[in-house]
Structures are given as C-alpha cells and as structure tokens.
C-alpha cells in the first residue's frame, strides 16, 4: 500500500513493485485520510476478506496536507491488534530530518525509514 501525495512517486513506486514482483496487489492513496477509511473497512471486515487482499507493507510518506504521515500512525495506532500485526510500515520520504527518524522510532509498527526514491534493492530488504 502506497500512501503518498505526489502523483509521480506513486505511479513509479507502484511500476517498481509489481516489477520486482514485490507485491500482487497494490492500493495506492494520496491522502492518508482515504487510506485510514480503506483499512477502517478492512478492519471490519477482516474475518470475512482473503488474507492476500490485506496490504503486508505500506510505504508513508511524512509530509503530506492535512494529516501528514506522523498523524497517520497516531489513528493506525487506534486499529485492532488482528490488524496491525498483519501491516508493516515503512516510512518512505524525501526528510533528511534526523529528528522524523528519531520520532518514526516511538511507532512499533514502523520498521524501517527510507529516502526517496525507492529502488529495487531496498525492496528486496523488506
């Protein structure tokens, strides 16, 4: 799952994952209030949908209008545990602010920051 504002980075990121066979499926937002409602359904869902058809990673970006990607991880905080368990998070940014990786740090979900652009190698790491 990409969550990310900039159209651009989306459509070549989605193009670099399905190349590398990374992920089948692949649900693209550019804002992070429609990619909470997208897993607000899931969630209630989550008994009744195929496991595949639940993002295992979703790549966030930090600065974004409105609710940027820290304020994305508050609400994802909220979601049933069945849910989180199942989503790693990775944040995926132009910020070379020490500080947004020192604060991406307090989310347990959060299992990696990378800097824009995406690249096939560290695809492979995920």
């Not at 508050?74 to 990786?101: G, H, R, V, W, Y």
């Not at 740090?105 to 560290?122: A, D, G, R």
């Amino acid at each position: 799952m990409l969550i990310d504002d900039n159209d651009i980075d989306n459509f070549i990121n989605e193009k670099l994952i399905k190349a590398y066979y990374f992920a089948e499926n692949v649900y693209v937002h550019t804002s992070t209030k429609s990619a909470l409602e997208f897993l607000k359904n899931i969630e209630v869902t989550l008994q009744e949908i195929p496991e595949d058809l639940i993002p295992s990673h979703l790549l966030l970006d930090i600065n974004m209008p409105i609710l940027d990607g820290f304020h994305f991880l508050d609400e994802f905080e909220k979601f049933a545990p069945e849910l989180k368990k199942k989503i790693k998070i990775i944040m995926l940014t132009t910020s070379l602010n020490p500080m947004d990786i020192e604060k991406s740090k307090n989310y347990k979900h959060v299992v990696k920051f990378l800097h824009k652009p995406l690249t096939e190698s560290e695809l492979a790491q995920l």
